[in-house]
């Protein structure tokens, strides 16, 4: 990963503190602690239960990052140094969908509990699949990342076909949910997000597993 990327991921995770400071004296004594999935809140909490919270999360966050970008000194397969600059970028970006959640949390409480936009997480969490998709082909067999599925794991020609569509099929169902769920409403954005979501996992079990058939056929 870029040097520049991996400096500039710890203010990136530091953020909902700083603007949780910038704000605090603007929040309502009681403040949204949780959210359906329409948006709407539906558990309230003190100002101080939100600090705790902030703070457990960007604990998390960090845990998180670090282990991601560590990950691949314990993975057995011969090939997991290979994959420590592509996994380091979606610990990146990892990182900075769970900030930018938070702050969300905190830009919704500052405003007085205003609703949370339900279709702008879903449109964030396809872009963040979009990026996955776009490295999943060039990842190589490993134990923490990809589809590790036991006929992937055992033949590098399977893992790689199934992350070759993987990756097409994450890539274009990311961009698809990044893009018309910022434009429908929260009950329909829901379904097709996880219609979108299902689809696009399935699909390259059901063809991993087919070609692995295949190929046990034609060793017969």
Same mark, same amino acid.
């Given at each position: 990963?870029?040097?520049?990327?991996?400096?500039?991921?710890? +203010?990136?995770?530091?953020? /909902?503190?700083?603007?949780?400071? #910038?704000?605090?004296?603007?929040?309502?004594?009681?403040?949204?602690?949780?959210?359906?999935?329409?948006?709407? +809140?539906? *558990?309230?909490? @003190?100002?101080?239960? &939100?600090?705790?919270?902030?703070?457990?999360?960007?604990?998390?966050?960090? !845990?998180?990052?670090?282990?991601?970008?560590?990950?691949?000194?314990?993975? /057995?397969?011969?090939?997991?140094?290979?994959?420590?600059?592509?996994?380091?970028?979606?610990? %990146?970006?990892?990182?900075?969908?769970?900030?930018?959640?938070?702050?969300? #949390? #905190?830009?919704?409480?500052?405003?007085?509990?205003? *609703?949370?936009?339900?279709?702008?997480?879903? @449109?964030?969490?396809?872009?963040? %699949?979009?990026?996955?998709?776009?490295? &999943?082909?060039?990842?190589? +067999?490993?134990?923490?990342?990809? %589809?590790?599925? /036991?006929?992937?794991?055992?033949?590098?020609?399977?893992? *790689?076909?199934?992350?070759?569509?993987?990756?097409?099929?994450?890539?274009?169902?990311?961009?698809?949910?990044?893009?018309? $769920?910022?434009?429908? /409403?929260?009950?329909?954005?829901?379904?097709?997000?996880?219609?979108?979501? !299902?689809?696009?996992?399935?699909? +390259? $079990?059901?063809? @991993?597993?087919?070609? %692995? *058939?295949?190929?046990?056929?034609?060793?017969?």
């Amino acid at each position: 990963m870029n040097s520049l990327l991996k400096k500039g991921v710890w +203010p990136l995770m530091a953020a /909902p503190a700083v603007y949780l400071a #910038i704000v605090w004296k603007n929040l309502p004594e009681k403040v949204a602690m949780h959210f359906d999935l329409k948006g709407n +809140p539906d *558990r309230f909490g @003190s100002k101080n239960e &939100l600090i705790t919270t902030v703070i457990i999360m960007i604990l998390v966050n960090m !845990v998180v990052y670090l282990l991601l970008t560590n990950i691949w000194r314990i993975d /057995p397969k011969k090939n997991a140094a290979e994959n420590r600059n592509r996994i380091s970028t979606i610990a %990146f970006a990892t990182a900075v969908l769970l900030s930018a959640v938070m702050c969300m #949390i #905190i830009y919704s409480a500052s405003k007085g509990n205003i *609703r949370f936009s339900a279709g702008l997480i879903f @449109s964030a969490v396809g872009l963040f %699949f979009a990026i996955l998709g776009n490295y &999943l082909p060039n990842m190589k +067999p490993n134990y923490f990342a990809g %589809f590790r599925l /036991p006929w992937t794991l055992e033949n590098e020609e399977n893992w *790689r076909k199934t992350h070759q569509l993987a990756g097409k099929l994450w890539f274009g169902g990311g961009i698809l949910l990044a893009v018309i $769920c910022l434009f429908l /409403p929260a009950e329909l954005a829901i379904i097709i997000f996880f219609t979108i979501m !299902v689809t696009i996992t399935l699909i +390259p $079990c059901v063809y @991993s597993y087919q070609l %692995f *058939r295949q190929q046990k056929n034609n060793q017969s």
